[in-house]
């Protein structure tokens, strides 16, 4: 559920095959991520989300399911993949503080942190394969 896509090049290089992915750059992300959604702003979150064909209407979409919640966040990341990460975000929200928790596939992609968006923001095509799990 949270999930983005990093603006600017991440890593270095001018060779993209050469660029490797840093995850003290991935923390930068999420750390950018989070601060957007807890000030509602869609256009940097947009600007996150770029990466992907509905970059817009996924930044609005986590703004209203997610935004102005002051979220206090932590992550834990592990990769079964090259250039995979399964990120386990957990923090609180809201004036209660409740706890929240999300998982979110983060992919290094063209020197660009690249997060899945949100369900049923990008269609998928009507043969694919579920990605929910099941029960």
Known sequence: M???????????????ASAKPDLA????????????L?????????????????????ARARIKAYGGQDWDVRWMRASDFTGVWKVDITGTAGTKHRPV?????ITWEKEHWVMTPLPGVIPTPPDAAGIEPPG
């Not at 750059?25 to 957007?36: A, C, E, K, P, S």
């Not at 928790?101 to 596939?105: K, L, P, S």
Request: hydrophobic share 30%; net charge negative; glycine share 12%.
């Open 2 to 16: 949270l999930c983005a896509v990093l603006l600017t090049a991440c890593g270095g290089g001018d060779d993209s």
């Open 25 to 36: 750059d991935q923390d930068r992300f999420l750390h950018d991520y989070v601060r957007f």
């Open 38 to 58: 807890n000030t509602s702003d869609e256009d940097g979150l947009a600007g996150l989300l770029d990466a992907h064909p509905q970059g817009s209407k996924d």
């Open 101 to 105: 928790r999300v998982t979110e596939t």
